[in-house]
């Protein structure tokens, strides 16, 4: 399934930045602190909704409806799928910041925080 700019909650045509993420629709890349990511379609643009919405919290309803561009059936977990899979590879990328994060019942939010596991590393634990 192909990003289609204008079919989405951002325009695909100029750049997207938030932190250190930044997306390029128009070239269907993803670099998290300069580091091409290697993310499938869908993940793209999941990533893209995510950070076109940096810092709101965003339902799964709506972020299926506009990724996946239908509406999200009862009991669907693909959204919470592609959502791991992404948070695996921005851990990997980015280990010092914990970057999606979950609000139970509502949704999903984009938002740079500190790893817990780099600040417990920090620590004389």
Known sequence: MAL???ETGFDGGQPLRAGVLEIKPSEGLAL????ALRLSVLEFSLLAELVSNEGR??????????????????????????????RVK?????????????HVGFGYRLAFER?????????DR
């Open 4 to 6: 289609v700019p204008g």
């Open 32 to 35: 998290a602190g300069g580091r």
């Open 57 to 86: 919290i965003v339902t799964r309803g709506d972020l299926y409806s506009r990724v996946w561009r239908r509406p999200l059936r009862e009991g669907d977990r693909t959204i919470d799928v592609y959502v791991h899979k992404l």
């Open 90 to 102: 921005l851990e990997d990328a980015l280990p010092e910041w914990d970057v999606i994060h979950t």
């Open 115 to 123: 790893s817990h596991l780099i600040n417990m590393a920090a620590t």
